[in-house]
Nanobody, 125 residues
């Protein structure tokens, strides 16, 4: 059984930083792509960032571009999200996800097969 586990969330003041990690287990190989999503209460789930396992491609939501960085360690089956210059509007439950499809739209949650339980990020002003 494939399991994704996020960690690294917490509470910080505006302008602070956090580093989120996601580890996959139960995979015989590696996912083809990773994504980070977030969801705040009363809001739609939002794609934050994504990266391919086998190519140097990354994508970011406009709201986080220049502040967040996604990275990966394929050998460890782990993905990370560095959150810098945090704003109160970044407060949300952050999920990592992984997929194995041949093609994917990175912002589409349906294209991801595996999901973590989420880690809370809270940014105060």
């Amino acid at each position: 059984q494939v399991r994704l586990v996020e960690s690294g969330g917490g509470s910080v003041q505006a302008g602070g930083s956090l580093r989120l990690s996601c580890a996959a287990s139960g995979y015989t190989g590696s996912p083809k792509y990773w994504g980070w999503f977030r969801q705040a209460p009363g809001k739609e789930r939002e794609g934050v960032a994504a990266t391919l396992t086998g190519a140097e491609f990354t994508s970011y939501a406009d709201s986080v571009k220049g502040r967040f960085t996604i990275s990966r360690d394929n050998a460890k089956n782990e993905v990370y999200l560095q959150l810098n210059s945090l704003k109160p509007e970044d407060t949300a439950l952050y999920y990592c996800a992984a997929g194995t499809g041949r093609y994917f739209i990175w912002t589409n949650p349906s294209d991801y097969t595996y999901w973590g339980q989420g880690t809370q990020v809270t940014v105060s002003s």
